[in-house]
């Protein structure tokens, strides 16, 4: 049977079409509310059972680090803990605070500038849902415009999962069995082996049933050599390593290959920020912040327990990365509460190395090699 996302649009379904937006109950056209600092605002609270089908976010502030400081919170079913909890650019698609332009099927950042935050993942409940946007950040957002459309329906079928997101960020450290060595590429010798997913960098760990459909992931690499050489891996229902799913780097489980630092925009992968260099890479490396992402919309991962599932930083976990990601998944209820959220000045992005901060290194490496002229190749 057809799984694709126009497989059901010729059923006809007993519900009902509804929508919650900002728009001006007087009629004129100030279609927009405003979240002063520190408040938190519902903007859905619906009762009964439906589906959540669209959502789409326009957002004013002043905050340059917005995208990070307001945060999004669903609750489904009269669940006291929030299912989804992220900060709204993140979940869609929008790293580091920043604009640009994104396109997948389920989400995206729309002109103008990626402005506009677009969601069409189903979000289903059977006993009432919730939305709320709490602003954590430094200044009021002065409009904040909204759409969320959604069916009622008179139930909902219990194999219907429950729509989970879940940010995480870690500032990783080389962890390698060669020790405090950043040894990519064996740059520094022999590759270390790593039979274990203990310390790489987790993107989900959830229990109940359900399914695993994506994660935006977001890599700021403070060092030219390729980030990517770290397997993905999923640990279903408390298996032992190296469990049901076990990758073969970075960029095959992103659907890509030999290093990539191009956008390519696919409805289920792709690369939507590259530092930009292109052709040059050769030249500069893989220096800055890249944005990729997979979606498993025809290749769930499916659990019946838990799942864990997790990215080596480097192969055998041997780089410092800034890392950040949203994950995706359908489970069960009630889900486990989520970790903490980290505090907006933990949630600040680190800077991109620039020009002069490789230009010092340089400076240090003559340093330490003795000085004189010296090219920048000899060893």
Same mark, same amino acid.
Do not use: N, W
């Given at each position: 049977m057809s799984q694709g996302p126009l497989a059901n649009i010729a059923r006809i379904v007993d519900a009902k079409s509804r929508r919650i937006s900002s728009f001006d109950r007087t009629g004129g056209n100030a279609d927009?509310?405003?979240?002063?600092?520190?408040?938190?605002?519902?903007?859905?609270?619906i009762a009964g059972a439906g589906i959540i089908r669209h959502i789409g976010i326009t957002i004013a502030c002043d905050d340059p680090l917005h995208r990070r400081n307001l945060v999004l919170r669903c609750y489904w079913d009269g669940c006291e803990h929030p299912s989804v909890e992220s900060p709204i650019g993140d979940f869609f698609g929008q790293g580091w605070g920043m604009k640009y332009n994104f396109v997948s099927l389920p989400l995206a950042a729309a002109p103008r500038d990626g402005n506009?935050?677009?969601?069409? =993942?189903?979000?289903?409940?059977g006993q009432g849902a919730r939305i709320t946007v709490e602003n954590q950040g430094t200044h009021d957002v002065s409009a =904040?415009?909204?759409y969320v459309d959604y069916e009622e329906h008179p139930s909902i079928p219990e194999d219907m999962g429950r729509f989970h997101a879940w940010y995480h960020q870690e500032l990783t450290s080389p962890e390698s069995a060669t020790g405090d060595v950043e040894n990519e590429w064996a740059v520094f010798g022999p590759f270390a082996n790593n039979p274990s997913d203990e310390r790489n960098y987790l993107f989900c760990e959830c229990e109940g049933k359900g399914h695993f459909v994506g994660v935006n992931y977001y890599i700021n690499c403070p060092s030219p050599i390729w980030y990517g050489e770290g397997d993905d891996m999923f640990l279903v229902d408390g298996e032992p390593w190296p469990g049901s799913a076990h990758g073969t780097g970075t960029e095959d489980y992103f659907n890509q290959s030999w290093s990539p630092d191009e956008h390519y925009l696919h409805p289920y992968f792709g690369t939507a920020r590259a530092p930009g260099r292109g052709n040059d890479s050769a030249r500069f490396g893989w220096l800055g912040r890249t944005h990729v992402y997979r979606f498993h919309l025809e290749d769930p991962i499916r659990f019946q327990r838990s799942l864990r599932a997790s990215i080596e930083h480097g192969h055998a976990n041997n780089l410092t990365l800034e890392l950040a990601s949203v994950a995706y998944w359908y489970q069960t209820m009630p889900g486990r509460p989520f970790p903490p959220l980290p505090s907006p000045e933990e949630r600040r992005p680190l800077p991109e190395i620039g020009v002069v901060e490789v230009h010092r290194w340089r400076d240090a490496w003559r340093k330490a090699m003795g000085g004189g002229r010296l090219f920048g190749h000899e060893r």
């Open positions: 927009a509310v405003s979240i002063p600092k520190g408040e938190c605002r519902t903007i859905a609270e506009a935050l677009v969601s069409y =993942f189903p979000m289903p409940f =904040f415009y909204y």
